[in-house]
């Protein structure tokens, strides 16, 4: 499905140019977000690795479309430090994200219920050095900063938060995980599937 040029480092697993594609609406606030991000590192990225021997190379790409949550109070402040890590380093953008899950319960509602936003943002930015680097932890965090200037306009990043909220509300894709195939829901996909289930999804979808 389309995506925005300055946006395509979000395509995180298979070729950019593969016919088939795969829409994860995923939220760093969820458990089952979660899980299903772990089963593409693991389970899908090898298998569409247009450089490896995956049974689908080139055949399928994954899209991570960031789904935010508003019900989760943190999950706006997260994705907005996802896309800085966009625009930071790119190629970073996965790896960040597989961290964040891997600390999402730290993000939680009880748990962040004292924290500030600001305090939320320095805490992820504490997290986001360990792929940037200390030098860029202050070009990251001015990315994350409100302009005195327009105290109400959000951060740097917001209109990039404002295409995928757009993206997801034009689709109708209401909670995570949420998939697209090709640009159509698939609601039997689940959170929990391992490799055996997606190799059978796969071979009744994939048709070239």
């Not at 899980?35 to 690795?49: R, W």
């Not at 748990?111 to 030098?135: N, S, W, Y």
């Not at 090709?182 to 599937?193: F, H, L, Q």
Request: glycine share 6%; hydrophobic share 40%.
């Amino acid at each position: 499905m389309a995506l925005q040029p300055n946006l395509r480092p979000l395509i995180i697993a298979g070729s950019p140019d593969a016919p088939h594609t795969l829409d994860c609406f995923l939220d760093y606030v969820c458990s089952y977000s979660t899980k299903l991000g772990n089963t593409i590192e693991n389970v899908l990225k090898p298998l569409f690795d247009p450089n490896g021997n995956g049974k689908y190379a080139g055949k399928v790409k994954v899209i991570f479309r960031n789904q935010v949550q508003p019900w989760h109070g943190t999950s706006i402040l997260l994705h907005e430090a996802g896309l800085a890590m966009v625009r930071v380093a790119p190629e970073q953008l996965w790896p960040f994200s597989l961290a964040i899950w891997a600390h999402h319960r730290e993000y939680h509602d009880l748990p962040a219920a004292d924290m500030t936003p600001r305090q939320v943002r320095h805490k992820i930015a504490d997290l986001a050095v360990q792929f940037i680097g200390e030098g860029k932890r202050q070009a990251f965090l001015d990315l994350l900063t409100n302009s005195e200037a327009q105290p109400n306009y959000g951060v740097a990043v917001t209109n990039d938060l404002k295409y995928t909220v757009r993206f997801s509300r034009q689709n109708s894709i209401h909670v995570s995980p949420t998939v697209l195939f090709d640009g159509v829901a698939a609601p039997e996909i689940s959170s929990s599937w391992g490799e055996k289930e997606w190799l059978e999804w796969l071979g009744k979808k994939v048709t070239v």
